[in-house]
């Protein structure tokens, strides 16, 4: 059974940092691309950031390019997100997801697991 789990959200204010973090179990994650999404309460879940399998390509959201940055430590199993510069909007439930192949995509549709979700809040 294939199992994400998403840890580091919390509650900080404008302007600072937090890294999430996705660990697998039941599937070898360095196979796959991985990527992070976010559903904000009454919007849709939107793509955040991907990584292909080897980590050598990555793809942003433009709202989050420049502040974000994924990585992941294949030896580890798991896949991070270091979010920087954090705004009010970038409140939001954030999920990590395996691709169903080796590269990514950023539709949700592409991805075939998904992590429970962390929450991250951003006060102004």
């Known amino acids: 059974q294939v199992q994400l789990v998403e840890s580091g959200g919390g509650l900080v204010q404008a302007g600072d940092s937090l890294r999430l973090s996705c660990a697998a179990s039941g599937r070898t994650l360095s196979a796959y691309g991985m990527g992070w999404f976010r559903q904000a309460p009454g919007k849709e879940r939107e793509f955040v950031a991907a990584?292909?399998?080897?980590?050598?390509?990555?793809d942003y959201a433009g709202s989050v390019k420049g502040r974000f940055t994924i990585s992941r430590d294949n030896a580890k199993n798991t896949v991070y997100l270091q979010m920087n510069s954090l705004k009010a909007e970038d409140t939001a439930v954030y999920y990590c997801?395996?691709?169903?192949?080796?590269?990514?995509?950023?539709?949700?549709?592409?991805?075939?697991?998904w992590g429970q979700g962390t929450q991250v809040t951003v006060s102004s």
């Open positions: 997801a395996s691709s169903r192949s080796s590269n990514y995509v950023t539709s949700r549709y592409g991805y075939a697991y």
């Open positions: 990584i292909n399998r080897s980590g050598s390509s990555t």
